[in-house]
Each structure stands twice: as structure tokens, then as C-alpha cells.
Nanobody
Framework: QVQLVESGGGLVQAGDSLRLSCTASERSFSSYAVGWFRQAPGKEREFVAA????????HYADSVKGRFTISRDNAKNTVYLQMNSLKFEDTAVYYC?????????????????WGQGTQVTVSS
């Protein structure tokens, strides 16, 4: 069982930056692909970004391309989501999730483990 803990959320203004972290409880975390999802009030959880176990491949939702960057430090069991040029519509609870398959990046059903989420609020 891999436990994931997100951190780094907060209240920022439009145009600001935030870096989210997702830290795992297991050293085997380096074997997992990791995705970031978000859920705004009244909306379904949606895919944001994902990378493979090494961090050498990344995939992004069109809505965040060019603004968000996913990266990882396997020595620290941590995956990061750098969010720049934040917009009001980025406001949501952000979740990280882990999967072993390294495919189906935007498909929530392939992710085996989920964190509890961290709130990101962007004021306009």
C-alpha cells in the first residue's frame, strides 16, 4: 500500500505561481508513474499532468500546457507540480495518484493509489 501526501496548496492571485508536492511513503514509489488531477466544486475530477517512473516522459492536459510542469525526485519519493501563470479557473482541489502501468495517463481508473488532496485557490 502506497500512501501519498500532497502539500503546497494555498491562496494566490491570478498570475502567481505555486509548487505542489506529492510525497510517498514507500521507496518503491520510483517504480510508479504519477499523475496530478484536480476537482473544482460541482465538477468531475479531471486530469492535469502525469509522468512516467523516471520522469523522462510527461503528458499534460491542454488547459495547462506551457504553464504547468511535472517533475520528480525519486531519491526523495516526491513528485512536483510547478504551476505558473495561475488563472482563476485553476482553482480546485489537486490530487496526486500513482499507477504501475505507465499508460492511460488521463484515465482515473488506472491509478491505484490516491492522496487526500490539497486546495489551490486563485483569486481573480
Amino acid at each position: 500500500q502506497v500512501q501519498l501526501v500532497e502539500s503546497g496548496g494555498g491562496l494566490v492571485q491570478a498570475g502567481d505561481s505555486l509548487r505542489l508536492s506529492c510525497t510517498a511513503s514507500e521507496r518503491s514509489f520510483s517504480s510508479y508513474a504519477v499523475g496530478w488531477f484536480r476537482q473544482a466544486p460541482g465538477k468531475e475530477r479531471e486530469f492535469v499532468a502525469a509522468n512516467n517512473w523516471s520522469g523522462g516522459y510527461a503528458h499534460y492536459a491542454d488547459s495547462v500546457k506551457g504553464r504547468f510542469t511535472i517533475s520528480r525526485d525519486n531519491a526523495k519519493n516526491t513528485v512536483y507540480l510547478q504551476m505558473n501563470s495561475l488563472k482563476f479557473e485553476d482553482t480546485a482541489v489537486y490530487y496526486c495518484a500513482a499507477q504501475l502501468y505507465g499508460s492511460g495517463w488521463s484515465d482515473r481508473s488506472v491509478y491505484m493509489y490516491w492522496g487526500q488532496g490539497t486546495q489551490v485557490t486563485v483569486s481573480s
